[in-house]
């Protein structure tokens, strides 16, 4: 019989702007805790450790070496993905697959108030030879990305303002949320001009926070928890790094990554089949441009149907519950950990005033930003 390996273990310091009382070890410290604590183990007991680093938006080199004293790894195998936190979760899975062990930790932390120059370090990842010396603000991407998105489907301007009144609500009830607000959708249009069509509201607020997981093999997974949520599904995918060779109306990587999970997971209907999503909206559109991909809805669907209320936490679908990256904050490589764990909530029932009704299966997506075209899928249940 298949393995079956689930997520018994959650911790979490929350998403604030800015963390000046803590340094990211603390973060990770007090996340690490709070899993171990919630699973009932010790570090001494789990097989490896999954970190997930970045060390240009880590802000140090090497930062995988500064993992494993908070995590109590020190000495033991400590295993370093420099991506998004899902990456991280799929090799802490394949690894209890593998037979290697039976209890895996993932970690992930932003510490993005400590960073000067993001739009420099993020420029940094564009080509360069050909894209890097024109020297352009990455929300220049995202503006040319949005306006060809918005051309091919007939979304308009107002049905991506929505979805940041949406989230930025959600977040006003999400304890965990550090951007909560409430606006309308002509706050929004109006706010100041980035990249047109893209406006500074249209645009996720950086955050720090940690997030770790404890992951358990089916037997372990039903001894240390009484609501085990079992990974049914992951996929991920990276299409083409050039900006001269990519599809700018569609999220290429979204869709492979999805039909990966789907294929795994058994799913042929996703909007059927599937209760609820938290996905990347880094950028507003990327919410209804990163629906259609996964084929939750049709080309073109996305911006009526959260025009219409479909997506709200009392619609049809309720996509980003927590508030998403607008409400939340963007956490860079930890945005895909900020998913997981609010899908983790939901399907518990401890989502509180964001709780969604008679939820069973949850996705949770997310994207590696601007200038990647590298997106990543889980399906979770309970």
Known sequence: MT???????????GFRATTPDVS????????????????????????????????????????????????????????????????????????????????????????????????????FAMDPIYNRPLKESPHVVAGMEMARFLYETGTTREQCAKVVVKNKRNALSNPLAGHGVLIDANYVL?????????TQMDISPNSDGAVVLVLAEEKTAKALSDKPIWIRGIGWCSD????????????????????MAYKMAGIRYPRKEIDFAEVNDEFSYKELQHLEAMRICKKGEAGPLTEMGGTEINGEFAVNPSGGCLGVGNLFELNGGQKVLEVVRQLRGEAGRNQLKNVTTGLAQSWRGIPTTTGTVVILSN
């Open 240 to 259: 083409t790094p050039g900006l001269e060779t990519r599809n700018w109306g569609e999220a290429i990587y979204a869709q492979m990554a999805a039909e």
């Open 24 to 123: 990211y070890r603390e973060l990770t410290y007090e996340a690490a805790t709070k899993a171990y604590f919630e699973a009932g183990i010790e570090p001494k007991e789990v097989a490896a450790f999954v970190a997930t680093s970045e060390d240009f938006l880590e802000g140090y080199s090497i930062s995988d070496e500064y993992s494993p004293d908070q995590l109590g790894a020190v000495l033991r195998p400590i295993y370093t993905i420099p991506g998004d936190f899902i990456h991280s979760l799929s090799c802490a899975q394949m690894m209890i697959l593998s037979g290697i062990g039976d209890i895996m930790v993932v970690q992930g932390m932003s510490k993005a108030s400590n960073m000067l120059t993001i739009s420099e370090m993020v420029s």
């Open 3 to 13: 393995k079956r390996v689930a997520i018994v273990g959650v911790g979490t310091t």
């Open 190 to 198: 109006k706010s100041e001009a980035v990249s047109f069509p893209l």
